[in-house]
């Protein structure tokens, strides 16, 4: 059954791969529906339906990058995205589909094309259904309905999209992942964990998944998740809760680096970062020891990040601009109070392991399109 489900959709890879933009008849399936172009106009705008008449528009911004756009009788953005957010049209090694990124750069849903009606769509949603997602995630693209539907916690999610990199060989900083592929027979660290290189399949999945997890709730019983500390209260979920957090960020860290401070610097990181940062901000330091060069690339500090700035720092003007579930954005103004500098500057943050915890840093100062964490996954070929 497993090698009959991975050739039946390396065939519809294969196939799909002819295809070089979107083509007025094409269909994406996206896990639960199947959308049909059923409209370009000037070549740039693509207007999609499914039976169940729901909708998604795109306006072509470059080759191979969208966006959503409000469409005809559709009040709401769907997939519980925003207008605005980018759709990347994924043309390479025998793939093609689409990809909704969130505005840090993860993808949230894919949407594969496919030959197939409404009713096969449904059977090879099924057929997928059947293989474990141990054994899929690095050779099927995963979706998040079968996420939903096949995995049940948040430390499971953790565990799968870690699982893409333990294949490779990745060498692990946290001792949990350590401990726990340890176990597995297959596994074999590398030496270096640049020499790495994903496909654009394992690629997108370990994005999916960790907007999955994003969404999803600590599970206060896993211990490497929590740290023993059990989940807030829904009340935490709010935009003060929010803002409080990031002043608390901003105080915890003009007391670590005041002068006769003895505070350690890497603490910052293990109580205000999420755990994937970290686990970027550690492969980063692997790959390169003359942190300098690293703060060139990057526009970060060597202890902390803090955007090259000095202490003391003060975050003025904490606008919470978006809050759904288990993931906030917000902007602030960021003034160097020594010198009188300033910049805007735009946090996204996780709820995880009980609290609210920085998951990217956008500058706009150093470049309005990208992100510290995504210009740090680049650096380490992720």
Known sequence: M????????????????QAQTIRLGQKF?????????????????????????NELTLEKVKEGEYKIIPSRQADDCPFGAEFGWKVQHIRQEGENFLAIHKPNGDVMWTMALT???EKQCEEMQEMMGQEEPWNAVNGILLNRAYLQSHVATKSEL??????????HGYRFQSKDLQDYFGKVSWYKPGKDNNAIKLNIIEKTNLQL??????????????????????AAPHEDWTEEA???????YFDAVNETFAEGSNQNPFDLDKRFYSTYWNEVYDAVNDKESNVTSVEERLFVDDLHWTAGMETPLEARDIKVELLTGTT???TLTLVDVGHGSRQKVILSLDYERGIWRISNWLEKSHDPSGSILVKMEKYIGL
Not at 2 to 17: H, P, R
């Open 2 to 17: 497993k090698k009959t489900i991975f050739l039946m959709l390396s065939f519809l890879a294969v196939i799909s791969a």
């Open 29 to 53: 399936w996206d896990g639960e529906s199947l959308y049909t172009v059923k409209e370009i106009r000037m070549g740039k705008y693509v207007y999609m339906t499914t039976s169940q008449d």
């Open 115 to 117: 030959t197939n009606n």
């Open 158 to 167: 953790r565990l799968l999209r870690n699982k893409i990199l333990a294949y």
């Open 209 to 230: 998944i960790k907007s999955e997890e994003a969404a999803r709730p600590d599970d206060p019983t896993d211990e490497s998740l929590s740290d023993g500390v059990e």
């Open 242 to 248: 929010v803002a409080g957090q990031i002043r608390k």
């Open 328 to 330: 906030a954005e917000a």
